[in-house]
């Protein structure tokens, strides 16, 4: 008996990153490229709703759902997705995707709610298999699963005249910003610390029973995210956008002081900390951004998406794909791939955020778009190929077991 390398198809569904991060990558692209598209002329429609569309159901959620699908499994001790769950999860975000490069928008955010629901569905059942609670920061991973089906369905009934232009809005804030926003504090809590290596941190996630501890955290986790959701409907309904900025800033600044303290960082001048902190550092800043610039929203919002949202993405996709594939111990090194990408996307961030406040703003859009495409393909051509790889040492409880227990064949 000799057992055989397991397949890329097999590998996929025991672990969803190895299909949709390349996936995600690519539509990150194209809908970044869509601006010199526009400002050239080539394209002659504004692609304002498509580019988003691309950015967060697309290349955001893709990664989401490829970290989601693989993490969350083994961290409650539960099954790995099974191919009959995962396909249909890969057709119905490359349909979406699809539906919104052919400006079918509603179309599009329908079938974005049914592949959340769907990719739900099969988390919910693992969820009554397992045998371990979630960290308790993942109550925001809920709430941000909500904010994104709730947004599409609101923004998707209020472009029919269902519902006022007021929902329609706070659709739009839910999916373009709280969405992402609540994942990345609910997931982020759990791995930035320890991408940090932040001392005494990392124990205290470590309990997955109904512990007091464990309550506590859950409970500190849905306070600000209350807060959160309360800040958006301040901007929406109440028409104050600065008051809004002001809770909206101060709590995500407090819980991540709490619960990542990056000052507290050993060696923050290394890869992985110092991308981590910049981008903490962007989000708080874009977050804040409105206190001083209160015209410049579409400004402020991009510092948040580019050097907060896109630059964490990148880092734990480094570190989910080098994990998975038998290069773990790459992650602590230097990593050039993501020290050009942190750094181009940086400077993107920049130039996006000051092309707002200028009249050559199609110029500097465009360099922006360019810098943050070129750091996605330095990115994917150095840290993608790797998702081919199995980790030759994953065994046990973890997704690929199943994966190489069914490749195990004789000969
Ligand atoms: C790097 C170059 C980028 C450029 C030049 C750019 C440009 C723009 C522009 C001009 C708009 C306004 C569209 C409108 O409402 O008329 C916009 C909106 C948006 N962009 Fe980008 N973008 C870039 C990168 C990104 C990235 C990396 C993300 C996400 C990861 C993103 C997500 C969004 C979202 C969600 C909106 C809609 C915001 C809203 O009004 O709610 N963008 N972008």
């Not at 996929?12 to 990153?17: D, H, L, R």
């Not at 969350?72 to 790995?80: F, V």
């Not at 804030?173 to 992402?180: E, I, P, T, Y």
Request: glycine fraction near 10%; proline fraction near 6%.
């Amino acid at each position: 008996m000799k057992a055989t390398r397991p397949g890329f198809l097999q590998l996929c569904s025991a672990e969803p990153f190895r299909i949709f991060f390349p996936l995600a990558t690519l539509l990150g692209i194209s809908g970044v490229s869509l601006w010199p598209l526009f400002f050239s002329g080539i394209h002659e429609f504004y692609p304002g709703v498509m580019h988003a569309r691309l950015m967060i159901e697309g290349f955001l959620s893709g990664y989401v759902l490829g970290f989601l699908g693989t993490a969350m499994p083994r961290l409650l001790s539960a099954p790995p997705l099974r191919a009959a769950e995962l396909w249909p999860l890969v057709v119905l975000h490359a349909l979406c995707a699809g539906l919104h490069i052919g400006h079918q928008v509603v179309a599009g955010d329908v079938v974005f709610v049914v592949l959340l629901l769907t990719f739900a569905g099969c988390m919910i059942r693992r969820i009554h298999q397992r045998t371990e609670l979630p960290p308790p920061g993942f109550v925001l991973v809920g709430m941000g699963y909500l904010c994104g089906v709730a947004g599409a369905l609101l923004w998707a009934a209020g472009s029919k005249g269902w519902v006022s232009g007021n929902w329609l809005l706070f659709g739009g804030l839910l999916l373009n910003q709280a969405f992402v926003l609540y994942l990345l504090l609910g997931v982020g809590t759990f791995l930035l610390p320890r991408f940090l290596a932040l001392p005494g941190i990392v124990l205290m996630d470590e309990e997955r029973t109904a512990s007091p501890g464990w309550r506590r955290r859950a409970l500190f986790a849905l306070s600000a995210g209350v807060l959160i959701l309360a800040s958006y409907c301040i901007e929406t309904f109440l028409l104050a956008p600065q008051p809004a900025a002001i809770l909206r800033g101060v709590t995500v600044i407090a819980f991540l002081g709490v619960m990542v303290p990056i000052h507290r960082t050993p060696a923050p001048w290394k890869t992985v900390p110092l991308a981590v902190n910049l981008a903490l550092l962007s989000l708080a800043a874009g977050l804040i951004f409105p206190l001083f610039w209160p015209g410049q929203r579409a400004a402020g919002l991009h510092v948040v998406f580019l050097g907060g949202f896109s630059l964490i993405t990148f880092t734990v996709g480094t570190r989910v794909v080098l994990g998975h594939s038998g290069f773990g111990h790459l992650f602590q090194g230097r990593l050039p791939a993501l020290q050009i990408a942190a750094a181009l996307i940086m400077v993107g961030t920049v130039l996006r955020a000051i092309g707002d406040f200028l009249i050559t703003r199609a110029t500097w859009l465009n360099w922006a778009s360019a810098l943050w495409m070129l750091a996605a393909v330095v990115w994917a051509c150095a840290i993608l190929p790797k998702v081919r790889h199995a980790d030759p040492e994953d065994s046990g409880t973890c997704a690929g077991s199943r994966a190489k227990a069914a490749a195990a064949t004789s000969h």
